[in-house]
């Protein structure tokens, strides 16, 4: 469980905002009802920002009270939706922003989401009069700070349930697949769900991988035994088409493979039990930094405790994936 550290509450705030911004993840409805009951809690007024940036540079925000985060946190999405908001980089579009948050008597903001959404989220803290506190909200695990994002264990096990499925076809006729996951720029979800379904390979974007190389893997399987059905798990990467792409190289290389895109469903479903309470520690923590005085921080957690990491931080380093996992993973294909 979380170690929750303690403050004084000697900065409250006037009025707190939240917004969901980004792609959504699975346990963002249990943070955003962990900030607010945390406010109601300290008698700080909380608004929810209807889809993102892009409802709050309108003033599309309302109050919220307990009623309003009743029953969610069990759904997945995000009850305030979401959006991602190009013309949130603009400064100009920033200033708007606050001054809409001040003219309501708001003076702090709560951004749950993925790196892009924390970025507008510093800069809005950096350049103007309110208070910012980012949460991690992406299935990808990617953001520096934070051991662990709401939604990745979410993405990670509805991953593992499709390919549990996979793997009896597979083994029925002896096929081998492609499994596509999440991961643009991380194979965070690929490593730990090919780990946990135990893959016949794992490919990432942070490591170039040979065709030879899984052709090699293939051949050592059946001659071990093993049969010549397999899963291989492929992080979509910043190309399209590179599963389908890597299903043609293998055919060159006589051996066949069907793809099968997991897509959009990795974001979408109830939070598992970690998630909910995860989001719920990270929501309500949240307010407790705020009435403490911090800005222009991200909560996350490490070695099991609530800590912050200045968002400047969070944008510039970047989390790189945990080399000794992959190199176990890749143990564990042999
Ligand atoms: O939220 C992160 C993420 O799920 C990535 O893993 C994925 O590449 C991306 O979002 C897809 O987002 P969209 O559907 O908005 O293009």
Same mark, same amino acid.
């Given at each position: 469980?979380?170690?929750?550290?303690?403050?004084?509450?000697?900065?409250?705030?006037?009025?707190?905002?939240?917004?969901?911004?980004?792609?959504?993840?699975?346990?963002?409805?249990? $943070?955003?009802?962990?900030? =607010?009951?945390? *406010?109601l809690?300290? %008698?700080?007024?909380?608004?929810?920002?209807?889809?993102?940036?892009?409802?709050?540079?309108?003033?599309?925000?309302?109050?919220?009270?307990?009623?309003?985060?009743?029953?969610?946190?069990?759904?997945?999405?995000?009850?305030?939706?979401?959006?991602?908001?190009?013309?949130?980089?603009?400064?100009?579009?920033?200033?708007?922003?606050?001054?809409?948050?001040?003219?309501?008597?708001?003076?702090?903001l709560?951004?749950?989401?993925?790196?892009?959404?924390l970025?507008g *989220?510093?800069?809005?803290? $950096?350049?103007?009069?309110i208070? =910012?506190?980012?949460?991690?909200?992406?299935?990808?695990?990617?953001?520096?700070?934070?051991?662990?994002?709401?939604? &990745?264990?979410? $993405?990670?096990?509805?991953?593992?349930?499709?390919?549990?499925?996979?793997?009896?076809? *597979?083994?029925?006729?002896?096929?081998?697949?492609?499994?596509?996951v999440?991961?643009?720029?991380? %194979? &965070?979800?690929?490593t730990?769900?090919?780990?946990a379904?135990?893959?016949?390979?794992?490919?990432?974007?942070?490591?170039?991988?040979?065709?030879?190389?899984?052709?090699?893997?293939?051949a050592?399987n059946?001659?071990?035994g093993?049969?010549?059905? %397999?899963?291989?798990?492929?992080a979509?990467g910043?190309?399209?088409?590179?599963?389908?792409?890597? *299903?043609?190289?293998?055919?060159?290389?006589?051996?066949?493979?069907?793809?099968?895109?997991?897509?959009?469903?990795?974001?979408?479903?109830?939070?598992t039990?970690h998630?909910?309470?995860?989001?719920?520690?990270?929501?309500a923590?949240? =307010?407790?930094?705020?009435?403490?005085?911090?800005?222009?921080?991200?909560?996350? =957690?490490?070695? %099991?405790?609530i800590?912050?990491?200045?968002?400047?931080?969070?944008?510039?380093?970047?989390?790189q994936?945990?080399?000794?996992? &992959?190199?176990r993973?890749?143990?564990?294909?042999?």
């Open positions: 469980m979380y170690q929750i550290p303690t403050f004084e509450c000697d900065n409250k705030p006037e009025a707190i905002a939240i917004l969901t911004s980004g792609g959504d993840s699975p346990g963002m409805n249990p $943070a955003i009802r962990g900030v =607010v009951r945390a *406010a809690h300290h %008698g700080i007024k909380v608004y929810g920002v209807h889809k993102g940036y892009s409802g709050l540079i309108i003033g599309d925000l309302q109050e919220m009270n307990s009623a309003s985060v009743t029953n969610i946190v069990q759904r997945g999405g995000t009850i305030l939706k979401s959006d991602r908001c190009l013309a949130f980089k603009d400064p100009e579009v920033r200033y708007q922003a606050a001054e809409i948050l001040k003219e309501k008597g708001i003076d702090s709560v951004v749950i989401g993925g790196d892009g959404s970025t *989220a510093h800069l809005l803290a $950096a350049e103007n009069d208070r =910012v506190i980012g949460l991690p909200g992406t299935i990808d695990n990617d953001i520096y700070g934070t051991d662990d994002t709401i939604g &990745f264990d979410t $993405a990670v096990n509805t991953a593992l349930d499709a390919i549990d499925k996979i793997r009896d076809t *597979a083994l029925s006729h002896e096929s081998l697949f492609l499994v596509e999440m991961g643009r720029n991380s %194979g &965070f979800i690929a730990h769900v090919g780990i379904c135990g893959a016949e390979m794992i490919v990432v974007p942070e490591y170039e991988v040979q065709i030879e190389s899984i052709c090699f893997q293939l050592s059946r001659e071990q093993k049969g010549s059905s %397999g899963i291989i798990v492929v979509e910043q190309t399209p088409g590179l599963t389908y792409s890597l *299903a043609t190289q293998l055919k060159q290389h006589n051996q066949s493979a069907k793809v099968c895109i997991l897509g959009h469903i990795q974001r979408g479903g109830s939070p039990g998630d909910r309470v995860l989001a719920s520690c990270l929501g923590s949240a =307010v407790d930094y705020l009435c403490a005085g911090y800005n222009d921080v991200m909560i996350g =957690v490490k070695n %099991g405790q800590v912050d990491t200045p968002l400047k931080q969070v944008i510039e380093k970047g989390k994936l945990d080399e000794a996992l &992959f190199e993973a890749l143990l564990l294909h042999k």
